[in-house]
């Protein structure tokens, strides 16, 4: 076998509906299985969990699922300006990432990361069969909650800085207001806010036929998951959809500055998917 | 009181992944400038467990810099808001 480091890839541009999207493409190693989506997270935390998604796409190459990590319009290298983007086109661009990977056989899985996993189930309700799989980690459930903790970023910047705190109320008054605001070296739209505060994973979520594997990390020493996850995930399965909550042990990498890995969840999740397939 | 430390100390190993460093945290520890982990991202994430281990909700002008300058000032926030 390959080692993990040493799984072939190859850069593409892909079309999107407003520009080239890069995407970074590990090939099935050996006989194929399937073919995996990486929708990645929101902002910073797509660059922290950056090692993160690259050692979980070789090593879902390395056990036959072709797997393409891709730049939402407006990050990474893909075209656009971060402060143009909003969710309508990362959908869109979610679906060019599916077309994309159409040629390549086997069930398709929308590997979906924080935000990305909302992206992930919103993409899957309009594939209708052409998604099987979601395949989770640490899934943002609640747009609003997760756009507060970022307007904190802001707040938590100026700290130090002397005179009246801003605060999280006021700087969503001036984002309806029409204002752009620069957080954490990001132009937030009033567009965007709107569609983060928008965003969710609901308890309606009606996805037929579709397996969905839910990782989350708990402290050393735990197994159960969040009480809002958990909740989330028995009323889904009391309306009969086919999700399952699995917990994990490691550092929480999407939130750390150093590079911390979590094997634990690449070795789950391509257990999951083997399971399954 | 020392449970609000210890709570604190978790807080720092598990969410800053400070590992054993975390181990020799005192009240007197200072947290702004000399935790090399701590930008806004980590005050971010500590503020959000806190919330969600204790239950509670953190008001944004309750995130001061006053708030983590020592392990004790983050501390006694938290056994206040332990109630």
């Known amino acids: ?277 | 009181m020392s449970e609000a430390i210890e709570f604190v100390k978790d807080l720092f190993r598990n969410q800053l992944q400070m590992g054993e460093r975390a181990d020799a945290l005192t009240a007197d520890s200072p947290i702004v400038g000399a935790i090399p982990e701590f930008d806004s991202v980590a005050v971010v994430s500590l503020v959000t467990a806190i919330e969600e281990q204790l239950g509670v909700e953190i008001e944004d002008d309750e995130i001061t810099g006053e708030l983590f300058e020592t392990v004790g000032s983050l501390a006694d926030f938290v056994a206040e808001k332990m109630g």
């Open chain 1, 1 to 277: 076998m390959t080692r993990l480091q040493d799984t072939p890839f190859e850069a593409y541009f892909l079309d999107g509906t407003k520009g080239p999207l890069f995407g970074l493409y590990f090939p099935a190693v050996g006989a194929p299985r399937g073919k995996v989506l990486c929708i990645p997270p929101f902002s910073e935390e797509s660059n922290r969990c950056r090692v993160m998604l690259g050692m979980g796409a070789r090593a879902l190459a390395q056990r036959g699922y072709s797997t393409l990590l891709l730049d939402l319009y407006g990050t990474g290298d893909s075209e656009g300006q971060f402060e143009q983007a909003d969710w309508r086109t990362w959908l869109d661009d979610v679906r060019s990432g599916v077309d994309w990977l159409d040629q390549q056989p086997g069930p398709l899985t929308l590997w979906g990361t924080r935000l990305g996993a909302i992206l992930a189930a919103d993409a899957a309700r309009s594939l209708g069969e052409r998604a099987e799989r979601l395949l989770l980690w640490q899934p943002v459930s609640n747009g609003k909650q997760m756009f507060t903790q970022y307007l904190r970023l802001r707040v938590a910047n100026s700290l130090e800085a002397s005179g009246r705190q801003e605060t999280t109320k006021e700087l969503r008054e001036r984002l309806a207001a029409g204002e752009s605001l620069e957080i954490g070296g990001y132009y937030i739209s009033p567009q965007m806010a709107a569609d983060l505060d928008a965003a969710q994973l609901p308890q309606d979520l009606s996805l037929p036929g579709v397996r969905i594997d839910w990782l989350e990390r708990v402290d050393e020493g735990k197994s159960e998951l969040g009480f809002a996850s958990a909740k989330l995930i028995a009323g889904w399965r009391e309306q009969g959809m086919d999700a399952h909550g699995h917990p994990f042990n490691g550092p929480p990498f999407w939130q750390l500055h150093e590079r911390f890995l979590a094997p634990q969840l690449v070795e789950l999740s391509c257990r999951l998917m083997e399971q399954g397939a």
